[in-house]
């Protein structure tokens, strides 16, 4: 197969680290929403805040996430790197494909129907046994994945495991 060549591997590069960067910083944001939320929100705000939270993780989020592994999977293709020849890319993968398959599966849709809850119930949503299960599972999801998140990054600058057939 056709390798990319060095000019074309920078710009690569840097298409992936941007939307790595908004995936990274989407998911942080995730993270702080709850934490910096009102403790005693009217209906509109709690609202409000499963509107924004449904909006990061659907209109930013998302692409972002899809677009790093499509620049992921055409640097596997296309250079040297290959998918399995480094631990560090391994882990890269099954963190990612994890990550992303769980949220189109489950967290996704769970997000969507927290919104719908906090659009019919508004304040009485926070009463809603439900709807603060799913808020605390979110909080968790989004704190683990973070934590996953800065961890590939790490993994990518540093890069243990350098060549797994050695």
Known sequence: MKKMTASQQKLLKV???????????????????????SPTATGDEVYMYNLAY????MFI????????????LIYSL???????QHGWLIYKWIVSLLIVITGTLYFGPLVTELLEIADLKRVAALE?????????????AAIVNS??????????????????RK
Do not use: E
Request: charged content about 10%; hydrophobic content about 55%.
């Open 15 to 37: 298409f992936h680290l941007i939307t790595a960067s908004i995936w990274l910083s989407s998911v942080i944001a995730l993270a702080l929403l709850p934490i910096i939320s």
């Open 54 to 57: 449904h909006f990061i993780d």
């Open 61 to 72: 989020l998302t692409p972002a996430a899809v677009l790093t592994l499509i620049t992921g």
């Open 78 to 84: 296309f250079t040297k790197w290959g998918f399995f």
């Open 128 to 140: 809603d046994r439900y709807y603060m299960q799913g808020h605390t599972i979110g909080l968790f």
């Open 147 to 164: 934590s996953l998140l800065i961890v590939a990054v790490v993994v990518s600058v540093y890069k243990p495991w350098k060549n797994v």
